[in-house]
Structures are given as C-alpha cells and as structure tokens.
C-alpha cells in the first residue's frame, strides 16, 4: 500500500531563505508525483509535476526532484516570500491515475 | 470556463441530517473524484467515477453514497450525518488516458460541520 509522508508538518523562515520540502513515498512505482499548493480556506493549484523517468521540473523558483531508488521528493523554493506562505501537498500518482496525498507542510514565510 | 465546481462552499448539519454536496464540471472530463481532508491527514480519496452511470469505492466510502447520472455532474451524499463526517470536501475532474494526461483539476472545496 502507497503511503506519503511530508516532513516537516510546519515551517518558518524569514524571507529571503531559500528552503527544502520534503516527501518521501513507499512504494516506488509511481507513475509520476505532483506538488500542490494550498491557501487557507481555497482547494488545490498544481505546482509542478515530475514523470516517473524524469529527475527534475522546475518552474520560476520552484524546482522538484524525484528519486524513485530512494522514495523521496522535494520541492525547492528560492528566495521565499511571504506570499509563498501556504501549505504544500505532495501527491504520488498510481498506474491507474489514484493519487495518494501527503499530509502537508504549513509554510509561514516572514517578512 | 468555470472549471470544477462545489455546491454548498459551508454547511452545518446535526446529527443523522442528510445532506448532497454537488460537484459539476464543464471540461468535458471523463473522471472524477470525491476527496475529504482532515487534519493531518492530507486527502483521502471517498468515491470516484469513470465515467456516467458508474462509480467506485476509494479509500473512505462508509457513510457516504455518489451518483453519477450526468456526465459533468458527480454527487456525494451522506444519509445520516456523523461528527466523524466534519470535513473538508474536495472534488476533482480529470480527462480519460494515461497519466499524465489524466492530471485531476480541484474544486474549491466544501466545509462541512456535523454537530
């Protein structure tokens, strides 16, 4: 069984930082793994999403790596500001198109 | 183009109330999805659907019934709401083929509270 786990639950870094979130997944063969982002009270707007064969995505500061062999992902934030704050959601993507979702890092980014 | 829809955005219920939260799309999606998101525990996949006139169990589907008569429409219904119920409610839509093609697109959500 799929299981995602996001680490930390929280963070909060000054502005500027340059920061690492984490999410590591079980069971390697995924299809692919998206980052999500959420705001307070709003659903879910996709990030970035990284291909089974491929190691990295980036877009603008964000960038995303994937290493299947060891079962983890991280997204990458250059730069933070205080509108990166939100919380961020991992998902891997099963064969048939599931995704399992992690439980999310809260970001707080301050001024 | 509205993209994926929620009706209600809030509601509160007692206690054994039944409620149906409507999901429509106007993207043409083949599947989709009913989420709910708890604390710490990320999303939790309820119900799905494939396409009009069928739907499938996910992760969480005690308590909860789904119907899927029209193509854009996907609805989630609780007969006899539980505390246990107090959730948010995604729901999501996704085109049919292989991933990732098949990328699911998020409603805003509904928060629902069960007294």
């Known amino acids: 069984k799929q299981e995602v786990t996001q680490i930390p639950a929280a963070l909060s870094v000054p502005e500027g930082e340059n920061l690492v979130l984490n999410c590591s997944f079980t069971d390697s063969a995924i299809y692919n793994l998206q980052w999500f982002r959420q705001d307070p009270g709003k659903g879910l707007t996709s990030l970035l999403l990284?291909?089974?064969?491929?190691r990295e995505q980036t877009s603008g500061r964000l960038n995303a790596s994937l290493d299947k062999s060891s079962g983890r992902s991280t997204l990458y934030i250059a730069a933070s500001q205080p509108g990166d704050s939100a919380t961020y959601l991992c998902?891997?993507?099963?064969?048939?198109?599931?995704?399992?979702f992690g439980q999310g890092t809260t970001l707080q980014v301050k001024p | 183009n509205a993209g994926v829809t929620q009706t209600p955005k809030f509601r509160v219920l007692k206690t054994g109330q039944s409620m149906t939260l409507l999901c429509a799309q106007d993207m043409n999606h083949e599947y989709m999805y009913w989420y709910r998101q708890d604390p710490g525990m990320g999303l939790r996949l309820i119900h799905y659907s494939v396409g009009e006139g069928t739907t499938a169990k996910g992760e969480v589907p005690d308590g909860y019934n789904v119907s899927r008569l029209k193509k854009q429409n996907f609805l989630l219904g609780l007969e006899s709401a539980a505390p246990s119920q107090t959730s948010v409610y995604f729901c999501a839509s996704s085109p049919m083929g292989a991933p990732p093609h098949n990328e699911q697109f998020f409603g805003p959500g509904t928060r629902l509270t069960v007294l």
């Open positions: 990284i291909q089974s064969s491929q």
């Open positions: 998902a891997a993507r099963r064969v048939t198109g599931k995704l399992i």
